[in-house]
Structure formats: C-alpha cells, structure tokens
C-alpha cells in the first residue's frame, strides 16, 4: 500500500491547543484530530498546511519546526503525518469542515477520543509538560 503524505499544524494560544472533530461522515468520523490534510501533487508540505488552515479553518497561518512524525497504517491507507508548529497570523478559527473545534489544555487530553496515528504525537506532548 502507498504511503499518502499529510500535514497538521500543533497551533498554540497560551497554555491551549488547537483540535478538530472530524465530520460524521468522513473516515474516522467524530474522532479529533490536528487541523491539516493531505499533500497535493506540487505542494511542500508547508504549502499544504497553510492551504489546509485556510480551507478548514478559514485563518492564515505561519509555519515552524517540525514537531514530530508519525507513520501510521489504517485499515484503508497509511498516513506519514508531519506535525508542524504553526502559529495563527490573521483569522479567528471557524468550523468550515469539521464537526466542532476546541481549545484543550494538555491535561485535557484522555477527556477526548483522537485519530490512531495522533496517539503518538499526545504521548510526546503529555510527557514535554
């Protein structure tokens, strides 16, 4: 099976972070997720997360380091997820695609059901606090 590249942007605001519900209908539906998508064809992988944060969340976003990646395989694809640290630049983060969207402290994390190949990633960020 093909390895399909996607991005996520780990967005702060103060001691927060920024998750997104998936919608019902889509493939892991109503589990939470890091804003983000998959890479097109021509695209760097920034290029795909700023188009993503406009596309889902409606806002501009600066992109940093890389926080960490995941290669994770579904039942239906395998993901090679790069995390990145990114910063909202202009916008208030709205649900143009997902189900709900929250600001969640690291604490809060186990109050919330997330994608399989995130586990990983919430692993790292509960142990750096």
Not at 41 to 60: D, F, N, W
Request: charged share 25%; proline share 4%.
């Amino acid at each position: 099976m093909s390895v399909t590249e996607v991005v996520a942007a780990l967005i702060w605001q103060d001691e927060r972070f920024l998750i997104c519900q998936r919608p019902a209908h889509k493939a892991r539906g109503l589990l939470w997720e890091f804003v983000g998508g998959k890479v097109e064809s021509g695209e760097t992988k920034q290029e795909a997360l700023i188009r993503e944060c406009q596309e889902e969340l409606g806002v501009a976003v600066t992109i940093g380091d890389v926080f960490m990646e995941v290669l994770h395989p579904y039942p239906d694809l395998t993901v090679h997820l790069t995390l990145f640290h990114a910063a909202i630049a202009q916008g208030e983060p709205q649900k143009l695609e997902h189900n709900d969207i929250r600001w969640i402290t690291v604490d809060e994390i186990e109050r919330y059901s997330f994608c399989p190949a995130d586990v990983e990633i919430l692993d790292k960020l509960k142990s750096c606090i």
